[in-house]
């Protein structure tokens, strides 16, 4: 009875190491489960790793926050009418396969100069959210773009996608 008494505290140890390499890989398989549709186009896969109702509908409240408090001459009255005639269709454009190869692009290495590399960072929110930064050697970390993953049982989904540069509906 003792020896099995003291291989318990192994057997919590072993199963807590297994499920904090599964919690710090996870999200880093998704991102790179992402990098690869996007990279061949593969809607099929992009599906699976791509909420695009929450991306759609964050990217619209963030673009709309910015343009509240960023132009102080629109009136926050015409913040919708200016959102469902040109805020809505431009991002239903970029949620797509090729609108987010040029958004993951654009925040990353955008020359050819040797100097110049993509620099990704993990950055751990909760339990279920990990917040994907990703700009360009020569930006300034303030200038990165944000790739939200949520985890939904056991997988992991890109559920925002927005950028430093602006002011975002939920910080």
Known sequence: ?????????????????????????????????????????????LEQVVNFPSVRSHLKSDLRTALETRNGSVPRAATPVLGAAVI???VDMIVSPSGLEQLVT??????????????VSFRYRSLSRVDV?????VDPEREAGVFT??????????????????TSAEG
């Open 1 to 45: 009875m003792t020896r099995r008494i003291s291989r318990f505290p192994w057997l919590v140890l072993l199963v807590l190491v297994i499920v904090g390499a599964w919690y710090w890989t996870a999200p880093r398989r998704a991102w790179d489960q992402f990098l690869r549709a996007v990279a061949t186009g593969d809607g099929v896969a």
């Open 88 to 90: 809505d269709p431009i």
């Open 106 to 119: 654009s925040f990353g290495t955008r020359d050819t100069d040797l100097a110049q590399r993509t620099v």
């Open 133 to 137: 930064h990703i700009r360009s050697s």
């Open 149 to 166: 993953f949520e985890r939904s049982g056991v997988t992991w989904r890109l559920s925002r996608v927005r950028s430093d540069r602006l």
